[in-house]
Every structure is written in structure tokens, then in C-alpha cells.
């Protein structure tokens, strides 16, 4: 993919609002010059989440995150920098600059710009079939059976499919896409050697559909549902893979349920569409879908960049059981918990929602059990079997299941609890596990890199600590008052701050092109930095600046010189009791103690006479 080129990146920054940016994703209140929100980050009653309109930055002083545009939609919608650049973009219709890329790169980036507005219009077109359209009768009574109002298929744009493929072909001839790229894009099938119809053919027709979205909700690939069972087998078929779509890497709903997964640090995972989507609509909206396919390695690394604790919701029947166990094997080893919600005999989070209402299907969900247990429960609710082979098969089992857990604590209390449920020894479970333990390994290493590629995710950064107080009030001065910065500018080096927690930072603020009148090249300063930094940085942009800059950043540098001062004398009076230190030394040790303590005396009066503390 090309880079995009760094005055484009400036451009977004100067361009967005950032306060009409986060008020797009929740209401924002304001205080003072300010506003305020309880911070999507983390949960909170009093508000701490800070956006400075003057600053075109944001900052929670609860968690610490901060930064500016770029930053929030990183962390809000969890892309990369390139990808949240690229939607800020599009959402203020910014024009990017981004370095030529070669040929087939630019093919490809065109056929998926052509892709993603084909899909984004068969979708419209659906969605206003369902609405309107006579030929859609039945679907809409479908959707009515399973409790799905006209609200909520507009907030999904839940469409329908036309049985007749020539109703198809006049839709997109008057949208402009050939069967070329309708085929390209799965909405055709290829034409077979049989059919005598020039191009492809429809793949989705008399269908309820549902459109996939990726995570930034581009809608990617369609799911239909089907409405006459007696014209295919299939209930549901999903989109091809295409350049936009691969089932394995997607999950059904995540681009509107993956702020409620971070928020609640946990993600619920069912089988269905309809599932998915109905639970989201009764509250509990930190849920997915997998497309009907296997649980793949993707998914789980899809997942642990939201969270690293999953309930399985399937249905309690053997097709969810072994759901469960595909799912359990594939997040266990991304070191994600997994527990299971045992869900009544014949009985699916939809129906439940229609006969018990969402506190029923909550109560399920806060009382899921960790999967091993789960597991001993479906398998062996009376204790082990007397066949010595069925023993050895069911321990087996459940000895495999536990070492798939990379967690070593999650790992040993599984096998405490299986040792005492089951009444065997702990040792034998425990070398039964290391027997499975070994065979896992000798799998990933001989897998391709594709699938033995389980490195964990990069983990979150932490706030850069800066003990003095004084190299926090400079770095603030620095960037938000134009007098302080001046004088600031006109030290000489080597600094006092520099080999001090966050003196780096200080000094890289005072190099780059900021002006404190211009906010918006500290928040374009603030994306260059490391994301430690950035949030330190952040917090100190948004705190509330003290009076008198110039006189307070010129009593904040006299601080910071007898500091140094001191620990230089700390330094020469320990070498000073060294033994063996010859006499002359000790003298000249004795006289720049004494300079630097009259420096120190002159430092404290010149202090003391600057107008901000008289």
C-alpha cells in the first residue's frame, strides 16, 4: 500500500475539528472553554475525559489516553495510523497525497475502490427493495416472525435479494457495473458451461440479506438468508472471497459492537446473524458472529486486539458443542479465557430474548462457566465413566483441552479443578497435559508460518512518568504560551532538564515548529511522538496553564539548575569519602562544593525576586 505523504497528514490535522469529530461518536458537555465526557476508555461516573477545542486535543485524566485526531480514531476504532488517516479523510473529504505505488499495486487499490462502492450501492438498492418493493412481501414477513422491526432493519440496512436475474441485470446497468465486476465482487457467480446467459448469474436471489462490514463499516460482502427452502438446501450463503472478503478474517457485527467489547474488556461470541443482531438490539452489544464457517487462527488474532476474555453463547445442541470446541482451541492459544454460557436444551439467544427478555439471557451470561468446566460438565456430569478406554478417552480429552491454555495460571487452576471434580491424581492429569503440551509444540513447528504465527499482540503503551514538576510545567509552557517558549528558546545548552525523566521530551518540544498560537501544530507535533509520549504530552497540553508563563518557566529553570547543582555536590562529596583520595583532589573537591553551594544561594535569591512571587 503507498504512504501517505506528510502534508496530507498535516492537512487532516488542521482540517478536523476534533470536537466535531468525538461528538459524532457520543455527546460531548461543555465546561468552560472546554468539554467534558465520561471517557470511552475505561469506565467512569465522573467525567475526566477533556476535549480542547483550542488545543484540537483530546485527554482522560482518568486512564491517561490523549492525543490528538489521528490518535482518538486509532484508539476509538482500534486501526492502525495509515488506516485512521485514511478515514478522517474520507469523513471530512480530504483529499490525500499519498507516494506513487507501482502498477499493480495501483490496479489493485482501484479494483477495491470500484468493489466497495459496488457493494456499498447493492446494499441501498436491497435495503430499499426490502422497504418497498411488492416482490419483498415475504421477506418482511420473515423478518417480522423473528421479531425484526422496520427500526431495526434500517439500522442494519437489511435488504432483499430479487428472485429474477433480470431485475438484477436492470439495477446494474443503471448503476453502471458490468458483470465482470459484479462476478469480481461474488454478488454474480461465474457463468458455467451450461448456462446461456452471457456473463455470470446471481448468486443471492429471493433472499433475505444481511450486509458484512469490515471494521470501519464498509460493507464488504453479503450473507442471504433464504426464503423458499424448497429451492436450495443452503439456509444461509455467504459472499466469495474476494479482494474485500474472506470469511475466516471476519466477524458479523464487530464494526458496530467493537467499542461495547473494549469498553466491557470482554466479547460474546453466537452463532447467527439474527442472534447477533437481536441481542445488540436488547443492550447486550459487545457480541459477534462468525459467518458460518470454522473458527479460524484469524478470528482469535482479530479478537485479541479488542479483549482477551470471550463467552461462547451457542446453541445447546451438538452442532454448538462442537462450535464451542473449535472456537475454545483457537482463543486458548491467543491466551484469551474463554467460559461458556449454557444455554437452555432447544433454546438460541434469539429465542431466549422472546421468552425470558434480555435480563434472562444477562443472568446466563454473567453465570457462563470457564470452559473446562463446561466441558467436564457436557462429558462427565456424574464423574468418570467405569470403561478403563472410555476413562482414557474423556481424560484425554479434557488433559487436551487444558494445555491448549498458554495462560500457566489459567492453566494450572483448570487442572487443580479437573483433579478434584474427577477424583484422579493431580500428577497424572499434570502429565497427561505436558504428553498434549509436547505434541502442540511439535505442530506449530512444523505448520506453515500462516498457521504456527501466534505472536502476541503489541501491548498497550503506558503513560511516560515525569517525576519533576518542573519539566511538566515547562513542557506545558512550551507548547501553549508564546512569551515562555520565547525565553525558553533562548537558553543556552546543554539544558539543566535534559538527563531528567520526560527533559527529552522538553527539549524535543522546544526543536520541533510549534507555535503555541497555533494549535494545531502541537497537535500535529503530539503524532509524531511515540504514543508514551504523546499521552504525557497530551495531559499536559489540556491541563489548565498556569498565570504568569514567562516568569513561571524562568522560576521552573532556576529550580531545575539548583537541582542539578545538588546532585552534583551529592556526587563530589561521595567521591570525597572515597578512601585513598589524595589531598589535592579532596581540595579541589572542597572548593567547587562550595561554588556550586554560592551558585546555588544566588540561584535561590534570584528566585525570589521574580515578579510572580512578590
Not at 485526531?69 to 478522517?88: G, H, Q
Not at 458479523?252 to 469498553?263: E, H, M, Q, T
Not at 528558546?489 to 521530551?505: H, N, Q, S, V
Request: with cysteine; aromatic share 6%.
Amino acid at each position: 500500500m503507498s504512504r501517505i505523504a506528510e502534508e496530507s497528514i498535516r492537512q487532516v490535522i488542521d482540517t478536523v475539528s476534533i470536537v466535531d469529530l468525538i461528538s459524532s461518536y457520543f455527546p460531548l458537555k461543555r465546561a468552560g472553554t472546554s468539554f467534558k465526557a465520561c471517557c470511552p476508555f475505561h469506565s467512569e461516573r465522573t467525567p475526566s475525559f477533556t476535549v480542547s477545542p483550542t488545543r484540537n486535543a483530546f485527554h482522560c485524566f482518568g486512564c491517561g489516553k490523549g492525543g490528538n485526531a489521528i490518535r482518538f480514531v486509532m484508539d476509538y476504532e482500534n486501526l492502525p495510523f495509515a488506516e485512521a488517516v485514511r478515514k478522517l479523510a474520507q469523513k471530512f473529504s480530504i483529499t490525500l497525497i499519498e507516494e506513487a505505488s507501482s502498477p499493480e499495486n495501483a490496479a489493485a487499490t482501484a479494483t477495491r475502490v470500484r468493489l466497495l462502492a459496488l457493494h456499498r450501492d447493492a446494499c441501498t438498492w436491497m435495503h430499499q427493495l426490502l422497504l418497498r418493493s411488492d416482490s419483498a412481501a415475504a421477506a418482511r414477513d420473515y423478518l417480522k416472525s423473528r421479531n425484526i422491526s422496520a427500526d431495526i432493519a434500517k439500522r442494519w440496512l437489511i435488504g432483499y435479494a430479487p428472485a429474477e436475474p433480470s431485475t438484477w441485470r436492470q439495477w446494474a446497468r443503471s448503476a453502471g457495473y458490468d458483470d465482470s465486476l459484479l462476478t469480481e465482487g461474488g454478488i454474480f457467480s461465474p457463468a458455467g458451461e451450461n448456462q446461456t446467459q452471457r456473463g455470470g448469474y446471481p448468486r443471492f436471489r429471493h433472499r433475505v440479506m444481511f450486509p458484512i462490514r469490515n471494521d470501519h463499516g464498509d460493507v464488504i460482502a453479503f450473507s442471504g438468508r433464504i426464503l423458499d427452502t424448497d429451492a436450495s438446501p443452503a439456509k444461509y450463503i455467504n459472499s466469495p472471497a474476494t479482494p474485500l472478503f474472506s470469511k475466516s478474517h471476519t466477524f458479523f457485527g464487530l464494526d458496530k459492537s467493537k467499542r461495547a467489547i473494549l469498553k466491557s474488556q470482554s466479547a460474546i461470541i453466537c452463532e447467527g446473524q439474527i442472534d447477533m443482531i437481536m441481542c445488540f438490539e436488547n443492550g447486550i452489544e459487545n457480541i459477534v458472529a462468525p459467518l458460518g464457517t470454522a473458527f479460524t487462527t484469524e478470528h482469535a488474532r482479530l479478537l485479541k486486539r479488542h479483549t482477551d476474555k470471550v463467552i461462547l453463547c451457542f446453541d445447546s445442541d451438538n452442532a454448538g458443542r462442537k462450535a464451542a470446541h473449535s472456537c475454545f482451541s483457537e482463543l486458548a492459544s491467543h491466551d484469551i479465557f474463554v467460559s461458556v454460557a449454557a444455554l437452555p436444551q432447544g433454546e438460541d439467544p434469539d429465542s431466549l430474548l422472546r421468552s425470558g427478555g434480555p435480563s434472562l439471557l444477562r443472568s446466563l451470561l454473567d453465570s457462563a462457566r470457564d470452559y473446562i468446566d463446561f466441558l467436564i460438565d457436557s462429558k462427565a456430569p456424574a464423574g468418570l465413566p467405569d470403561d478403563p478406554r472410555d476413562r482414557m478417552r474423556l481424560l484425554s480429552e479434557i488433559t487436551g483441552a487444558i494445555a491448549r491454555t498458554r495462560n500457566r495460571i489459567t492453566q494450572e487452576s483448570s487442572l487443580q479443578r479437573t483433579a478434584l471434580r474427577l477424583a484422579v491424581p493431580t500428577e497424572e492429569l499434570r502429565r497427561m497435559v505436558s504428553a498434549h503440551a509436547r505434541h502442540l509444540l511439535r505442530q506449530r513447528d512444523s505448520a506453515p508460518p500462516s498457521q504456527s504465527d501466534h505472536s502476541p499482540p503489541p501491548t498497550e503503551s503506558t503513560p511516560l512518568t515525569i517525576d519533576s514538576p518542573a519539566v511538566r510545567l515547562l513542557i506545558q509552557l512550551s507548547l501553549t504560551d508564546p512569551d515562555a517558549r520565547t525565553f525558553l528558546l533562548a537558553l543556552p545548552r546543554p539544558y539543566p532538564w535534559e538527563d531528567l525523566p520526560g527533559g527529552a521530551l522538553l527539549s524535543r518540544s522546544l526543536d520541533a515548529s510549534i507555535s503555541p498560537d497555533s494549535p494545531e501544530s502541537s497537535a500535529a507535533w503530539l503524532s509524531s511522538l511515540p504514543h508514551e509520549e504523546e499521552i504525557a504530552a497530551s495531559a499536559l497540553l489540556l491541563s489548565k496553564p498556569p498565570g504568569h508563563g514567562k516568569d513561571a518557566a524562568h522560576h521552573a529553570v532556576l529550580s531545575l539548575h539548583i537541582l542539578r547543582n545538588r546532585r552534583s555536590i551529592d556526587l563530589l562529596q561521595l567521591r570525597q569519602r572515597q578512601p585513598g583520595i589524595p589531598n589535592d583532589e579532596i581540595l579541589i573537591i572542597m572548593q567547587e562544593v562550595a561554588r556550586l553551594q554560592k551558585e546555588n544561594l544566588d540561584l535561590g535569591e534570584s528566585m525570589r525576586n521574580i515578579p510572580m512571587l512578590s
